[in-house]
C-alpha cells in the first residue's frame, strides 16, 4: 500500500529510528512500512496517523484509488 | 536458532555469522575430536560441554546484529535468553540419560524416566517459540516469525510424509520421531531467508 510516511518524515526531519521510537516499533517495521512491503494494522495505521496529526487517508493511499 | 532479522549491517552480522560457525564447528567437531582420544567417560562428557560456551558470545554477537539492523525488540532478547537455557539444559540432560542408560541400565519408571529425560527442554523450547509470539509487540516482527514458523511446519510435514513412505517400504535408514524438531528448526532457518528476501 502506497503512503507518505518518508515525506512525512522527512518534513519533521526525523531518522527511520526517530519515527520507530515515537511508534514503539522497530526501525525495520518503518522502513517496511516505508517501502510498501508490509500493511500495518489499523491500530498501528491509526497510531501513524495521529502521530502527525492527519486522517488515516492522508498518509496511506487507498489501493482502491491509487492510480 | 536466534531470530536474526534481515539489512544487518555488515560487521555484526559478520560477527554473528562467526560465532555460529564456531559453534557448530565445536559442537560437531569436539565428539569427533573425542573419539580419537582416550579419556575417561567422565571427561569425555564435560569436554563435550564445552562448545556449549561458544553459545553465550553467539547469542550477544545475534543480539547485537538485531540492534543495528533495526529489529531488535525484548521479546526477541527473552527468546534468546531462554534458547540459552534449553540448549545448554538440553545437553545436560542428554548426556546424563545417555550415561545412566548405559552405566545402570534403568529398568521399569526409571527408565521411562530417562527415556523422557531429553525431551524436556525440547518441549521448554517449543513453549519458548510460543512465548516469542505472544510477548512481540513489534506487528511486523511478529508476522515475520509467523511466516517462518508456517515454512518450517510446511517443510516438516513434506518431508516427514516423503521420508516416512520411503521409510516404510525400508528404502533408507529408519530415522528417530526427534529428529522432527532439527528438521523444523532447519525449516525455520529457510523460512527466514524467504521472509528476507520477500
Redesign the interface.
Known amino acids: 500500500m502506497d503512503n507518505r510516511l518518508r515525506v512525512l518524515r522527512a518534513e519533521r526531519n526525523w531518522s527511520?529510528?526517530d519515527l520507530?521510537e515515537r511508534l514503539?516499533?522497530?526501525?525495520?517495521?518503518?522502513?517496511?512500512?516505508e517501502t510498501g512491503k508490509?500493511d500495518?494494522?489499523l491500530p498501528?495505521a491509526f497510531r501513524i496517523a495521529e502521530l502527525f496529526n492527519l486522517a488515516i487517508e492522508e498518509v496511506f493511499v487507498s489501493p482502491s484509488r491509487a492510480v | 536458532m536466534t531470530i536474526v532479522e534481515s539489512a544487518i549491517q555488515p560487521p555484526a552480522k559478520k560477527a554473528a555469522f562467526g560465532w555460529t560457525a564456531a559453534f557448530v564447528i565445536g559442537m560437531f567437531g569436539m565428539p569427533a575430536a573425542l573419539h580419537f582420544v582416550a579419556l575417561p567417560p567422565a571427561l569425555k562428557m564435560v569436554m563435550m560441554l564445552l562448545p556449549m560456551l561458544l553459545l553465550i558470545p553467539m547469542i550477544r554477537a545475534a543480539n547485537r546484529a538485531a540492534r543495528q539492523c533495526g529489529c531488535y525488540s525484548q521479546a526477541m532478547q527473552n527468546y534468546n535468553r531462554r534458547m540459552l537455557v534449553w540448549s545448554f539444559v538440553y545437553v545436560v540432560a542428554l548426556l546424563a540419560a545417555v550415561w545412566v542408560y548405559n552405566t545402570i541400565h534403568p529398568t521399569g519408571i526409571l527408565a521411562w524416566a530417562v527415556a523422557v529425560l531429553p525431551s524436556l527442554p525440547i518441549l521448554f523450547f517449543i513453549w519458548s517459540m510460543g512465548a516469542y509470539l505472544t510477548e512481540e509487540r513489534d506487528e511486523y516482527l511478529r508476522q515475520k516469525a509467523m511466516t517462518s514458523a508456517l515454512w518450517a511446519t510446511g517443510i516438516l510435514l513434506a518431508v516427514a510424509t516423503f521420508y516416512g513412505f520411503l521409510d516404510t517400504f525400508q528404502l533408507v535408514p529408519h530415522v528417530e520421531g526427534w529428529a522432527a524438531v532439527p528438521v523444523w528448526a532447519i525449516g525455520l532457518g529457510i523460512g527466514n531467508l524467504i521472509a528476507k528476501r520477500s
Do not use: D, K, T, W
Request: cysteine-free; aromatic content about 6%.
Open positions: 527511520q529510528g520507530a514503539e516499533v522497530s526501525r525495520q517495521s518503518v522502513n517496511a512500512i508490509y500495518p494494522s498501528l
